[in-house]
């Protein structure tokens, strides 16, 4: 049960981290938003698991490679009082849309997440082989606030905060 508790958080906080990347403000000349989110991002928030218990969780992210044109990396870690995990990922951008794989080493969990993006707020679906997930960013000037939902499984929600270092 642990397991699979960490599975569903770990696959949350990796979406959290991709997410992270919304855009910021005015679109970059390219018209890509990810080119913006370059650097370090660090933040807090809660997980609440389904039998209603919260948890604090601290976490650093760094965004590369959107500038050069191509795939944006994202690395995050994370942890708790009862987590940590590893997150790499790469994701795409193109006229409005994001795609993208992440992998998360530390529990050997992959999945794909696609859906809309505007400077303002990205909406997205997460997908994996043991859950779904809904996630909403709100973005504002340089923070964002990171809402992700997942019904139904063992991480009812998880809401975080991240601010540019």
Do not use: H
């Not at 990347?21 to 970059?28: C, I, L, N, R």
């Not at 933040?43 to 044109?69: F, M, P, V």
């Not at 050997?108 to 997908?127: C, E, L, W």
């Amino acid at each position: 049960m642990i397991f699979s508790r960490s599975l569903n958080w770990t696959a949350a906080a990796a979406l959290a981290a991709f997410l992270a990347s919304a855009p910021q403000g005015v679109q970059a000349q390219s018209g890509n938003p990810l080119t913006r989110l370059e650097g370090a991002w660090s933040g807090n928030g809660t997980i609440t698991l389904k039998d209603g218990s919260q948890e604090r969780i601290r976490c650093r992210a760094s965004y590369k490679g959107a500038s050069s044109g191509g795939d944006t990396r994202i690395d995050l870690r994370c942890a708790s009082d009862s987590y940590k995990f590893e997150l790499s990922s790469q994701v795409a951008y193109s006229n409005g849309q994001i795609s993208g794989n992440w992998n998360e080493t530390t529990r050997n969990a992959a999945g794909q997440i696609s859906g809309t993006a505007t400077p303002s707020k990205i909406d997205v679906r997460a997908m994996g082989q043991t859950f779904a997930a809904l996630i909403t960013i709100n973005v504002r000037s340089d923070s964002q606030s990171v809402s992700i939902k997942s019904p139904g499984s063992q991480m009812q929600e998880v809401a975080i905060n991240l601010s540019r270092q």
